[in-house]
């Protein structure tokens, strides 16, 4: 179907005898934001790696984009736009430099990079802090920007690897006004996160156990389904029963 971004069969991913992803099968729609839950150790980061062209599967298959992850690692990466804690900005360039330095690895031309560069100052309202360097800015606003820079290029797919770690939910929730715009405009969002308040803001969520889908459909119909008040008495009620944990 034209309107599925991200397609995977069985897709599994062994380290020797362990299976970290094991036969996960899902789709994920244009413009949907999708969550990728799981407790810590349940193989979502493994999942991720393969989705983004840069772990190969041991055995299943996935397209992404429209790309095999076999075969087309390199068209994968030029149509997804990543963001993690642990990857993230650099603290000794200034806001104005982060942009155009990761605008120029996505692929934006000068032009474009002074363009947008600006445009994306102003919408951020960081037109105080654009020569300042980025380690002077609270941690809220890092996460805002390079969200911002992740889509700079307009890729299909931005994915999340816990973006917001570390802060509070309403700088959360501003963040999460960024991830709407984007899916707006047609960027289909996976996001990984432990936060409860963020997985109820995703169209559908996934929830992993022990390297399994275990449950997949929107908030509202996990809680009827596992008859529970709160995505976190869902998340509960599964990750309970999980064997791994690091
Ligand atoms: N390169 C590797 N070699 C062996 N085992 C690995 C490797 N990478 C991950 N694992 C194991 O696979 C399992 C899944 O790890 P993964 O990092 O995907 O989990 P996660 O759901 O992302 O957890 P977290 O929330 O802690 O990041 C863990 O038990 C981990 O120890």
């Known amino acids: 179907m034209e309107n599925v971004v991200i397609k995977t069969d069985k897709l599994t991913k062994r380290f020797g005898d362990f299976i970290a992803a094991n036969e996960i099968t899902f789709e994920v729609k244009k413009g949907e934001i999708f969550g990728f839950l799981g407790a810590n150790g349940a193989g979502k980061t493994t999942a991720m790696r393969m989705l983004c062209g840069l772990s190969m ?41 982060n942009i155009r330095f990761f605008g120029g690895i996505y692929g934006l031309s000068n032009r474009e990079l002074k363009s947008k560069g600006e445009e994306l100052v102003e919408q951020l309202g960081l037109q105080k802090e654009a020569k300042k360097l980025v380690q002077a800015l609270p941690l809220g606003w890092k996460q805002k920007l390079s969200f911002s820079v992740a889509v700079l290029h307009q890729p299909k797919i931005v994915f999340l690897d816990e973006p917001t ?82």
């Open 57 to 97: 599967p041991s055995s299943g298959t996935a397209t992404i984009a429209g790309f095999n992850v076999y075969k087309q690692t390199e068209d994968i990466k030029r149509n997804i736009g990543y963001m993690s804690q642990k990857f993230s900005l650099y603290e000794d360039l200034t806001v104005l430099e």
């Open 165 to 246: 770690g570390g802060v509070d939910p309403v700088t959360r929730r501003q963040f999460w006004d960024l991830i709407y715009e984007a899916s707006a405009k047609g960027i289909t969002i996976f996001v990984t996160t432990h936060y409860m308040d963020e997985a109820e803001y995703c169209d559908r969520l996934s929830i992993m156990v022990d390297g399994k889908i275990e449950a997949l459909d929107s908030p509202a119909n996990l809680k009827k389904q596992f008859k529970a008040a709160s995505m976190d008495d869902v998340f509960y009620q599964l990750a309970r029963g999980a064997k791994r944990s690091d």
